[in-house]
Nanobody, 123 residues
Framework: QVQLAESGGGLVQAGGSLRLSCVASGRTFNRPAMGWLRQAPGKEREFVALISWSGASTMYADSVKGRFTISRDNAKNTVYLQMNSLKPEDTAVYYC????????????????WGQGTQVTVSS
């Protein structure tokens, strides 16, 4: 129901920062929660962060707490992921996600997801 387009990935040295953006289009009138998932080579897709439509509720994976910040601008139908103090283990393809249920995103089974943007952190 929702189309998602990620951008902002790239190559950065350990300790650096990146900001990912995701623009939602289509049936966004149902005020979906949005978030980010990631998948590293040889590993399963894992939950990274999510945010409710209003922004009142957020959730982060333990591995990124204190380093990543999720936010959204509903006027632009956009969600952001500010990533600071990046580590090599953060290297993965990052996917934007949307669903009417926060739980669906937290278990990496959103109703909609994007094509992904590559984040590579060198040591």
């Amino acid at each position: 129901q929702v189309q998602l387009a990620e951008s902002g990935g790239g190559l950065v040295q350990a300790g650096g920062s990146l900001r990912l953006s995701c623009v939602a289009s289509g049936r966004t009138f149902n005020r979906p929660a949005m978030g980010w998932l990631r998948q590293a080579p040889g590993k399963e897709r894992e939950f990274v962060a999510l945010i409710s439509w209003s922004g009142a509720s957020t959730m982060y994976a333990d591995s990124v707490k204190g380093r990543f910040t999720i936010s959204r601008d509903n006027a632009k139908n956009t969600v952001y992921l500010q990533m600071n103090s990046l580590k090599p283990e953060d290297t993965a393809v990052y996917y934007c996600a949307a669903d009417s249920s926060i739980a669906a995103i937290s278990v990496s089974r959103p109703g909609s997801w994007g094509q992904g943007t590559q984040v590579t952190v060198s040591s």
